[in-house]
Each structure stands twice: as C-alpha cells, then as structure tokens.
C-alpha cells in the first residue's frame, strides 16, 4: 500500500533522514520506533507532504506521490495525525471535526463518520461547542485522532498518540488505534512507548539517527536483544 | 455641552469606524500570512483615490463608488500577495518589513507623480444632506461611515465564523501545519486574505474622503494611528481590532473636543504605552492557554 525508496530529507544542512526504505501492507498496523530526533516524525512530514525530501521516492496504492502537495495527499487517502496533537485551539470541537473533512466531496454525508468519532471518544460528543483549547491533553489528543478520521482515510500517520497522558488513558488509546485498524484503516504508528506499540503493531521499524536499523514482526522485535537493552530498559 | 458631546461622539464613531475598516485587514494579513503590511496604508489611499475618480468623474452614484473601489482594490490586494507577500513569507522579518515599506513608500510616490500632492475634495451626493436632531445636524456622509461600516463588520463577522472559507482562515491563523493536513490551501488562503483586507482599507477611503480630503499622504497619516489600535487589540485579533479602533476614535475625538486638538494624537499614544507597560498581549489578548 505505501512503500518508501531510499527516501531522504534534509532541513539545511542537517540530513535528518538518510536514504530509508518501508513498506507498509494493507490492514496493517506498523510501527516506528526510535529515540528522540531519530527521524520518526519527519518520516511522517515526508509521507504527507509538509516537507519536501531531498531524494527517494513515496508510493501509494502503486502511485507516486513524492513531493506533491500536503492538500493532495490527503486526497489521495492519506490522514497525518500530527505529533503534540496540533489541534486548533479556538475553534469548538465540532468545528475541529468538520475541518478534518475539509476535502472530503461528499459533506453532506458526514453522518457516518461523526458517529464513529463519537462512538470511539463519547466524550467529544458532549463537548462538542466547547472551544478545543480548553479540552484536557487525553481529550484533545483524542480529537486530534478524530480529527484525522474525519477525511476517511486508507491510511492513518499517528505520531506519538499516548505522550503524556496518563496510564489508563494510555491503554484507552492503543485499544482505539486497534479498533480503527479492525474497521479497515492501516495504521503507520511512531511511539516513545516501544513496549506498548510493538503489543499492538504488526511489524516494526527501528530508526536511528536517520536510517532504518533493524525491521521485522513486531514479536521478533519484542525479543531482539538490542531492542529489549536499547527501547525496552530490559 | 450635550450638543458638543453628541457631535464628538459622532465624530469619535467616524474615526473609529475608518480605523477599525483599515485595522482589520492588516491584523488578518497579520494574523494569517504572518506579514505586517506596511504599505495598508496605501492601500486606504488609494481605495479613496480610486472612489473619487468613479463618483467625481465618472458620476456614478456614491455607494456603487464605493463598491468599484472595494473591488478593484481586492484586485490590487491579490496582486501584492501573489508579487510581494507569497515570495517574502519564508524570508527572514527583516525582509518582509524592508518589502512592504517600499512598496508603501513607492505607491504613495506613484500617487504623488499621477494625482499631485495637493489634497483634492470629494464631494458626494451626501455631504450636504443633514440630519438634524436636538439641534445638532449631522451630515448623512458622516451617518454612512458608521452605518457602512456596521455592515462590512457583520458580514466579515458572518464570513469568518460560519463559512467554510472563514473556519479555514481560522484555521490557517492558528496552526498553518495542520490547516495544510486537513487539505486546506495555504496560497489560496493568504489571496483571499488580502484581497478581503485591501477592500475594506479601500471602503475606509472612500467612505472617509468626501469627510476629510483625499491626497496621497493620507495613507502615511493613517497607518500609525491604526498601527496602535492593531497592537492594542492584539496581533492577529479581529474582535480586539474592532473594540480598540472605537475606543481611541471616541478618545481622540473627546480630547480633541474638550480639552484641545493638540492633545488628539498624544492620547492615542499615550494609551497605548500605557497598554504595552501593563497588558503587552494588548487589551483583547488571546486567552486560552493551548495545552501542551
Ligand atoms: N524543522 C526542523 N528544522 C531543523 N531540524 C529539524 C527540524 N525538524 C526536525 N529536525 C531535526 O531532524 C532530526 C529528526 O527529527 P524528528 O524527525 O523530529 O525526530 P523524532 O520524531 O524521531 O524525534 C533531529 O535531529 C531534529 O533536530
Ligand atoms: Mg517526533
């Protein structure tokens, strides 16, 4: 379904990505791992367009796609739920929603999507016309989620969901991302938390400073000695 | 006394609403291509430039005036966006003030050589149409400023806050990231941004130039007042605009009524030192905190 050659991205003179290959299957759920600044997030940049790389190539559904606009991309069935949520905080949740659906053609037929929203996160149903910059970090990460569902995507680009939230909220969101993914949705997942992540995803990724590491089934990675000594503090 | 009052109250709602008109547009330029327009003033001079050439020479009524100048200045809006703006946003402060301070400096030159520095009157079919009443008269051209500008209020008002365009600038003034993710067009945006803000410099022109004179200077004089009521109000903040450019309008016209003229511009100044000393957010700042 996506599949990134060789892909690199530099800001000045810093090549914060080096040239790193992924594939992505259909139904999937895969996730990155790495530490801080390895290149997780700018992974996520390259894939829906807010940055443009500096060479290699991005695949999806069998058409490339590299270098074309973010507005595109999300066309093109690709949602980026951004690292620190990134909602927009003066505007109501229901509006937040509506601009997640803001390509989408058919508006007049959001019905089904506010619904699954609202089953996932009932919470954002009832603050509905509460300004977004109120809401607590679980609430707005789970419109930022939200947010993202509402364009329909085929692909969902979730940048650490769970920082800084809470242990049970934590476990309330990996159950959702996993939901999301039986309905359908193939999840590409960056998490701090290694441990958690690779209980749910598929298969994994681990980038070090700009460059694909070591990659396989996530219950592989799960018993990988560097893995365990480098992201799992075992 | 109460007639003196009345009249500088009006005359308060006159500078208020010219300066709220011109404020908008630099505070959303501001607030959404994250450029301080230097040259807006410009912009208001020659939007009165331009409606006095439709209703003077051309003798069109004064309203349809208005309304040719508002659009071929959004016209002249998009220009500057697509020619001056666009390739400055990513260029470092310096640049974009050095840029817009020239095409000030160049459009009020251009001004000077095609229309002559000398102040030209504007009479239009309401200057000496008078509304009396507890034995003051009031021009009907001064009555159109307030009322006009009541009404390019409520529809910007409506624009912003239940169209998709305006949740979209929304959204491009307070996260451009993310408006790019939900697929919105950050150049289309920023077009329709300016045109929008030069046309109502342009209807602040027009509707204020029969009252005052139209010359090219006019921009140069306006822009610092307005300057003090964007900051007032807040970078960025439309609402702020509005309440500030009305409560130094009303300031300046009550000082220069009962206490002298000479004080009418101190004032302005004074309150907003006075403002960034003890509120720098301005006095509408943003007050949700966003959550990390
Ligand atoms: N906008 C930027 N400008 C310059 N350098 C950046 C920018 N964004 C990220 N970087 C650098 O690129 C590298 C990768 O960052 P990032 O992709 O955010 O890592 P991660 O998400 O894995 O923490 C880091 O060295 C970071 O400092
Ligand atoms: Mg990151």
């Known amino acids: 379904m996506l599949k990134l050659s060789n892909l690199a991205v530099h800001y000045g003179r810093i090549k914060a990505l080096k040239g790193i290959d992924m594939e ?12 801080n600044g390895a290149g997780k997030t700018t992974t996520l940049r390259a894939i829906s367009g ?77 603050r509905r016309r509460q300004l977004a910059g109120t809401l607590s970090g679980g609430e707005q990460q789970m419109l930022a989620i939200g947010r993202a569902l509402m364009a329909k995507p085929k692909l969902l680009l979730l940048d650490e969901p769970s920082l800084g939230l809470a242990p049970f909220l934590v476990e309330k969101i990996f159950e959702i991302i996993r939901a999301i993914n039986r309905q359908g949705v193939t999840i590409m997942l960056i998490e701090q938390n290694a441990y958690q992540a690779l ?32 992201y799992l503090g075992e | 006394m109460l007639q003196e009052f009345i009249q500088q109250i009006v005359n308060g709602l006159v500078l208020g609403s010219t300066y709220t008109l011109i404020a908008l ?15 807006h003033g410009e912009l208001y001079m020659l939007g009165a430039f331009a409606g006095l050439y439709l209703a003077v020479v051309l003798k069109l009524p004064f309203i349809v005036a208005l309304l040719g100048a508002m659009i071929i200045l959004a016209v002249c809006g998009m220009l500057l966006e697509r020619l001056v703006f666009r390739p400055l946003r990513q260029a470092p402060e310096l640049n974009m003030i050095i840029g817009t301070l020239g095409i ?96 109502l410099a342009a209807a602040a022109g027009v509707l204020v130039g029969p009252i005052f004179l139209v010359s090219p200077q006019m921009g140069l004089l306006a822009i610092a007042k307005v300057f003090a009521v964007v900051i007032l109000g ?6 702020g605009a509005i309440w500030s450019a009305f409560i130094l309008g009303l300031a300046e016209s009550l000082t220069a009524g009962f206490f002298s003229s000479d004080y009418k511009d101190i004032i302005t100044f004074f309150i907003l030192i ?8 301005g006095l509408f700042g943003n007050n949700v905190i966003e959550k990390v």
């Open chain 1, 50 to 126: 807010l940055v443009r790389p500096a060479g290699g190539t991005v695949e999806f559904e069998g058409r490339t796609v590299t270098g074309l606009d973010a507005r595109e991309i999300v066309k093109s069935g690709i949602s980026h739920c951004p690292e620190g949520r990134q909602i927009f905080p003066r505007m109501t949740v229901a509006e937040n929603l509506e601009l997640g659906a803001y390509t989408r053609k058919d508006k007049h037929n959001l019905d089904a999507e506010y619904q699954r929203v609202f089953e996932y996160f009932p919470i954002l149903a009832e």
């Open chain 2, 104 to 199: 000030s400096i160049f459009l009020m030159n251009t001004a000077i050589v095609l229309f002559s520095p000398n102040p030209l009157s504007f009479p239009t079919e309401y200057s000496n149409e008078y509304l009396s009443f507890l034995g003051i008269a009031i021009t009907m051209q001064r009555l159109l400023v307030f009322f006009i500008t009541v009404v390019l209020i409520a529809l910007l008002n409506y624009l912003i806050k239940y169209t998709e365009l305006g949740k979209a600038m929304r959204a491009c003034e307070q996260n451009p990231d993310a408006a790019r993710l939900m697929g919105i067009d950050i150049n289309r945006i920023s077009l329709v941004t300016c045109a929008i803000g030069a046309a």
């Open chain 2, 274 to 281: 006075a403002v960034l000393i003890f509120r720098p957010q």
């Open chain 2, 234 to 239: 807040g970078m960025g903040n439309v609402e």
């Open chain 1, 24 to 35: 992505v299957a259909a139904g999937e759920i895969v996730t990155l791992i790495g530490a």
């Open chain 1, 199 to 230: 209980g749910i995803a598929h298969r994994g990724y681990v980038l070090e400073t700009g460059s694909v590491v070591l990659s396989g089934p996530a219950h592989e990675l799960r018993h990988n000695d560097h893995v365990r000594k480098a």
């Open chain 2, 25 to 39: 547009g630099l505070t959303m330029i501001y607030g959404i291509l994250g450029i301080v327009n230097w040259a």
